[in-house]
């Protein structure tokens, strides 16, 4: 997985309130449901454990994604597409022009406009310019081009947040 320097200290925030907040507010509750008596009719209980054992499959995920990352530069030229930048791309076939910000693949959500540099469309527009056509290969058998009409530095937004799982 390919992750920038603020990927990394976004997971490293996250990890920490999951171990020093979120760990005792789940023990607590587990303690709670416990007192309350026979556990194999108690729904509390069930629910405090998977919220508990939730939390730490997370942090063993995003330990382990850290392990694994391979860190890239957000850098790139001011009027070339790179990470944390807004484009503006002319789908030929369609006729229309639709509007996405280049994220790492942690950030990506199609959803909300934010697509990933690994994508087909991500890795296809990186390192382009304006006016440029550029093709973007889904898989051996089927592509599409499409035209960059404005490109845009947004930087890295709140909004941009580490995917949950």
């Not at 507010?25 to 309350?36: G, I, T, Y």
């Not at 919220?51 to 890239?72: D, G, P, Q, V, W």
């Not at 199609?110 to 990186?126: H, K, Q, V």
């Amino acid at each position: 997985m390919q992750l920038t320097q603020s990927d990394i200290e976004k997971i490293k925030e996250e990890i920490e309130h999951r171990k020093i907040v979120v760990r005792k507010e789940a023990l607590e509750d587990v303690k709670v449901a416990r007192a309350q008596g026979d556990l194999s009719e108690n729904f509390e209980y069930k629910a405090a454990k998977q919220f508990k054992n939730k939390n730490e499959s997370r942090i063993r995920y995003l330990e382990k994604l850290l392990k694994t990352a391979t860190i890239i530069s957000d850098d790139s030229k001011e009027d070339e597409v790179g990470l944390n930048k807004t484009v503006d791309i002319y789908f030929e076939e369609d006729d229309e022009v639709l509007t996405y910000k280049i994220v790492s693949t942690m950030r990506g959500d199609s959803m909300s406009g934010r697509i990933s540099n690994e994508s087909p469309i991500g890795r296809a527009l990186m390192g382009h310019k304006v006016g440029d056509r550029v093709e973007v290969k889904v898989n051996d058998n089927v592509s599409y081009f499409v035209v960059i009409k404005k490109i845009e530095n947004t930087g890295e937004e709140e909004k941009d947040n580490i995917r949950s799982f």
